[in-house]
């Protein structure tokens, strides 16, 4: 079975500055996909960014890019200018490719503040 | 497009109550899933479906049940509530294949006494 590990429980970053997130998983599968999902206060979950992995090209969207290490399976999150909006947890998941399958596994999350 | 709907919002249940937790989508996907999110724990698969009709299970299973009729539909059942059942439940949809992302309901918070 497919697992995801966020090795850092919480982090914190100061308004503006950078600020990355680490997540590591372990597949045996060359087809899939990972995401970093945002979880705010709120608790709704909201899809930051998504990464194809047969792509070599790391995603980003707009404040927010990926660092793709496929061979490492390593899918780190780098927030950029950060924003006290961007304060929520943050989860990383993965998802075998797979025709007609729809199992998503996720991390234990990084709780990330923005400091004003 | 009022997208992942989830009810109720909360609930309370005493030891051995069943329910039905329910979700519904208005964009046509054909996934759906259903999760659930302890303190300290990222979301775990309970459930999903690729389609009306077609269900499996995924991570955590034991004590739930699922069926598809319909595309907009996907409930969640729970035979007879136990306390290891407290927990916030996520319904999500996506497109075929996933690899788009999912798209979440805004969740209901379930108490099990």
């Known amino acids: 079975a497919q697992t995801v590990t966020q090795s850092q429980p919480e982090m914190s970053v100061q308004e503006a500055e950078t600020v990355t997130l680490s997540c590591t998983y372990d597949?045996?599968?060359?087809?899939?996909?990972l995401f970093w999902y945002k979880q705010p206060p709120s608790r709704q979950m909201i899809l930051v960014i998504r990464q194809e992995a047969y792509k070599q090209q790391n995603a980003t969207e707009n404040r927010f890019s990926v660092n793709f290490q496929k061979a490492a399976k390593s899918f780190s999150l780098k927030i950029s200018d950060s924003q006290l909006g961007d304060t929520a947890m943050y989860f990383c998941a993965f998802m075998n490719g797979a025709y007609n399958n729809n199992d998503m596994r996720f991390g234990a999350g990084t709780r990330l503040t923005v400091k004003p | 497009n009022a997208g992942v709907t989830q009810t109720p919002k909360f609930q309370v249940l005493k030891t051995g109550q069943s329910m039905t937790l329910q979700c519904a989508q208005d964009m046509n996907h054909e996934y759906m899933s259903w999760y659930r999110q302890d303190p300290g724990m990222g979301l775990r698969l309970i459930h999903y479906?690729?389609?009306?009709?077609?269900?499996d299970q995924g991570e955590v299973p034991n004590g739930y049940n699922v069926s598809r009729s319909t595309t907009e539909d996907f409930p969640l059942r729970l035979l007879s509530a136990a306390p290891s059942q407290t927990s916030v439940y996520f319904c999500?949809?996506?497109?075929?294949?996933?690899?788009?992302?999912?798209?979440f309901g805004p969740g209901t918070r379930l108490l099990v006494l």
């Open positions: 999500a949809s996506s497109y075929s294949g996933g690899g788009f992302g999912q798209y």
């Open positions: 597949t045996s599968e060359s087809n899939y996909y």
């Open positions: 479906s690729v389609g009306a009709g077609i269900t």
